[in-house]
Structure formats: structure tokens, C-alpha cells
């Protein structure tokens, strides 16, 4: 485990230990805490991040590969909007908001753990920690819609983690180690990799559940649109990314894609990310429930991420990263922006709403910023991220890949703009004239996130130098 990170393992874990027992008396102490603690290990990472000498683009001092610390900032950043959302969201009473608040602190430093470590036993072991919080988190507000959406998420879920645990057996018996190194070393010589890769397929299968992907994604729909609103923004932004995508990008380039070896693996994830852009693009077109349409378009966006990692080069792994980064962005403004829709007007069902934008102009603007940078548009920053995806598949000569991956970048513009359509725009439904625009506090994070959608797209230059460190460091 890189130990330059492992105090935004610790910290996180200790505040949930000691908000149940501060906040017995004083419910609200538990928001102050959860807070505090997600906004000082924020801080701390810009300090990081913003030091002259990585502003000079002078990256050695940069603790492990580059991409643990941006992970880690993705998912303190993430949490703090939910959980500073979730402080003016929580209805007064709730009784497990201490509860509450540990679990998301339990589930940062378990992806934090994900992100920092540095063999395949203890990932399994943080994943499935993040996978039970997560399963707990889903049914915070004990209703039955988050019942079903935590059962179907633990059930489809749990052969993931058995396919995981036995890819691991088979690897540790052909390694003999469990380290990220091993498999990088053994990938790299001339050894036969059969039964390697058939411990790597059986991990990479587990983890394509875990992250959603068609035509394993049956659970997400349910599991977003059943969660608790916050929750929704919490899983759909970050810990599906991380439990999912982010171990997918580690075995892409520890298996070594990029110079061919294990070809029939990066084939498949190939196939099933494109898979994966057409159902969920095609799917949210149809759905008329707005999280369930947000879910949708998640499973489509993680398929470029998949398709990226799958084809492996240096290029295709920068634009995963990168997308990676993005989708937790625009994700976490939607669900969020959604969760204020369903509390504002008591529905997200699309059919009932509309004209939303005149008593919602906050809501409705950041909704328009994140969902063109999900479809790509210049010059946010998910346009650079897909055409860095785009560009690599056209130079690897995966022309028709490219120009799909480039179509359904307009189908995901299409559907978010009927989203608009039905939600924000046209004439006032009786629910939007009893509509008013939510609180400031609640507006807070998606303003903050949005800024930095504009801010990652104006600034792609700075970032770029940045990602292609992580990528070329990834791929030694």
C-alpha cells in the first residue's frame, strides 16, 4: 500500500468510529464531522496538487503513480458534495443519520484502499467492504424501493465477488504471488500467460459486474433509482467507478494490452464497452423516471471508459483516466440536480414535470453544463476526454469503433436534451408551479462541480500534461 496516501485511508475511517458516539446526543454533529473531515483531507490534496513545482509540471515528487492521488481527490471531493448535500437533504429525525454518515466515511476510506494498494488480496478485501456499505447506504431511508434496489445490488452482485476471489487462487498458484509487480514482471517476459490470464479473465469478469457493464448491468437501474437520493450521487459518481472501472484500468495495463499480450481479453473488453455505449445510450432514450434515465446513461459512459482500457495503448488509457475523472463530475451534478428535483417537486417522474427551469434556473443551468460535457461538447472537459478516446481507437486503425463510439456521443445528446425538454423546459406543470428552487446549501456542490467541469475543459492543456504522467508511469 502506497503509505504517502494512507492517511486518507485512516482518517475517514476513524471519524465513522466517532460519529455514532459524538452525535448520540446531538444528531447534527454527525453533518459537522463528516464534513470537516472530508473538506481537511480535501485541502490537503489541493496542497498538494497546487504546489509551484507541480504547477511547473515537475512530477517526481508525486506520491506512487499520480493516478492513486487523483483517485483519492475524486473520491474525497465526491463525498464531500453528497455528504454537505445530504446536511440540509436529511429530513429532521431520520434516525440512522449517524449511521449514515459513518458508512460514507467507511466506504471513502475503503476506496481509498482500493485506489492505494498494491496487491490483488487486499483490493478484494476493500472492495468488498466498499460492497457491503454500499449495500447499507442504499436502504437509508428504509423504503421499500431501496430495499429492493439493495437486494438486487447484493445479489447480482455476489457472484462478482466469487469470480474475484477464485481468479485470485488461480493467480496466486501461478505466481506465487499476489503483488501488482508479479503480474506486471511476468506479463512483461516470454513466459506462456495461459493460466495467468485465465486468473485475469476470471477477476476482469467479476469486476465488469461490479462496474455495471452490459450485459451485466441488470442491478444498476434498480439500485440508483431505488437508492436514497444522496446515495444515488454517491454510488453512480464514485464508488461504482472505483469497486468497478478503476480495477478494470489496473488489469488493462498490468496485463500489458498495449503490446498485445493477453489479446483476446482486450477484445472482449473492447466488445462489451462498445456494448455497453449502445445499450445504456439506447436505453436511457426510453425510460421516463430521471434517476433511472441517469443510470442508463452511467452504464453508456462507463462503456467508453471500458473500451478504452480495453484497447490499452497510452493514449486510450489517458482518455479512461481522464473520462473517469469527468463522469465522477457530471454524474455526481445530475443525481444530485435530480435529488433536488425529488425533493423541490416530489417526483422524478419526466411525464409530470416541466417548466421547471423558471422556478429552478440554478438547478436547470448546472443540469445543462453537466450533460453536455457527458455528451462531449467542446469545450468541457468530457468533450477532451472522448475525443482522446476517439483518436485512439482511430490511430490503433479500430475505424468503426471510433466512428460508433463517436454516434452514440450524439444519441447521448439527444436523450439529455428530451431530459431537458421534459423537465426543465416548456410549459409549467401543476407540480413545477409548487416547484421553488432549493436552498443554497443544496446548490453549493453542483455550482462547485460544474465550475469544475468548465474549469477542466479550459484548463485540458495543464491537466492533459498531468494524465499523460499518470499514463506513462502505468505503463512502464
Aim: charged content about 10%; proline content about 4%.
Amino acid at each position: 500500500m502506497d503509505k504517502g496516501l494512507l492517511a486518507y485511508l485512516l482518517i475517514p475511517l476513524l471519524s465513522a468510529v466517532i460519529i455514532p458516539f459524538a452525535a448520540r446526543n446531538r444528531p447534527k454533529l454527525a453533518d459537522i464531522l463528516a464534513n470537516v473531515t472530508l473538506l481537511a483531507g480535501l485541502a490537503n490534496l489541493a496542497w498538494l496538487a497546487l504546489r509551484p513545482s507541480i504547477i511547473r509540471g515537475e512530477f517526481a515528487d508525486i506520491p506512487g503513480d499520480g493516478f492513486s492521488l487523483l483517485l483519492v481527490a475524486a473520491v474525497y471531493l465526491v463525498a464531500l458534495c453528497v455528504t454537505f448535500f445530504s446536511a440540509w437533504f436529511i429530513e429532521e429525525g431520520l434516525p440512522n443519520r449517524s449511521a449514515y454518515y459513518s458508512l460514507i466515511l467507511v466506504s471513502v476510506s475503503a476506496m481509498c484502499g482500493v485506489v492505494t494498494t498494491t496487491d490483488f488480496f487486499t483490493l478484494y478485501v476493500f472492495i468488498e467492504v466498499l460492497a457491503v456499505t454500499s449495500f447499507a447506504l442504499i436502504t437509508t431511508d428504509e423504503s421499500g424501493a431501496g430495499l429492493e434496489g439493495a437486494l438486487k445490488y447484493f445479489f447480482l452482485t455476489f457472484p462478482a465477488s466469487a469470480l474475484i476471489i477464485i481468479g485470485i487462487a488461480v493467480m496466486l498458484m501461478s505466481l506465487g504471488s499476489l503483488s501488482f509487480e508479479s503480474l506486471r514482471f511476468f506479463m512483461a517476459s516470454d513466459l506462456p500467460a495461459g493460466p495467468v490470464t485465465f486468473g485475469a479473465a476470471l477477476m476482469l469478469l467479476g469486476f465488469i459486474i461490479k462496474a455495471g457493464v452490459v450485459p451485466f448491468h441488470t442491478w444498476a437501474p434498480d439500485a440508483y433509482q431505488g437508492a436514497y437520493a444522496p446515495v444515488s450521487a454517491h454510488l453512480a459518481g464514485i464508488v461504482t467507478k472505483v469497486s468497478g472501472v478503476y480495477a478494470i484500468i489496473k488489469m488493462a495495463t498490468l496485463l500489458r494490452f498495449f503490446d498485445g499480450r493477453a489479446q483476446a481479453l482486450s477484445e472482449m473488453l473492447m466488445f462489451l464497452g462498445l456494448l455497453s455505449i449502445a445499450v445504456g445510450a439506447l436505453a436511457a432514450l426510453k425510460q421516463t423516471n430521471l434517476k433511472r434515465m441517469l443510470a442508463f446513461s452511467s452504464i453508456s459512459q462507463v462503456g467508453y471508459i471500458v473500451l478504452a482500457a480495453g484497447l490499452g495503448t497510452p493514449l486510450a488509457i489517458m482518455g479512461a483516466i481522464f473520462h473517469l475523472i469527468n463522469h465522477a463530475t457530471f454524474k455526481t451534478v445530475l443525481f444530485l440536480n435530480s435529488a433536488s428535483v425529488e425533493k423541490s417537486a416530489g417526483t422524478t417522474d419526466m411525464d409530470k414535470l416541466g417548466g421547471l427551469e423558471h422556478t429552478m434556473p440554478w438547478t436547470s443551468w448546472t443540469s445543462i453544463v453537466a450533460l453536455l460535457s457527458t455528451a462531449g461538447v467542446p469545450p468541457l472537459s468530457g468533450f477532451w476526454s472522448k475525443l482522446i478516446i476517439i483518436l485512439a481507437l482511430w490511430e490503433a486503425g479500430l475505424k468503426g469503433y471510433a466512428v460508433l463510439a463517436l454516434l452514440f456521443s450524439i444519441v447521448t445528446l439527444a436523450y439529455f436534451m428530451m431530459m431537458q425538454k421534459k423537465v426543465f423546459f416548456g410549459k409549467k406543470t401543476p407540480a413545477a408551479e409548487s416547484s421553488p428552487e432549493v436552498c443554497a446549501p443544496l446548490l453549493a456542490p453542483v455550482v462547485l462541480m460544474s465550475g469544475l467541469i468548465v474549469a477542466l475543459g479550459l484548463l485540458f492543456p495543464y491537466f492533459y500534461v498531468y494524465v499523460k504522467m499518470v499514463a506513462e508511469r502505468i505503463l512502464l
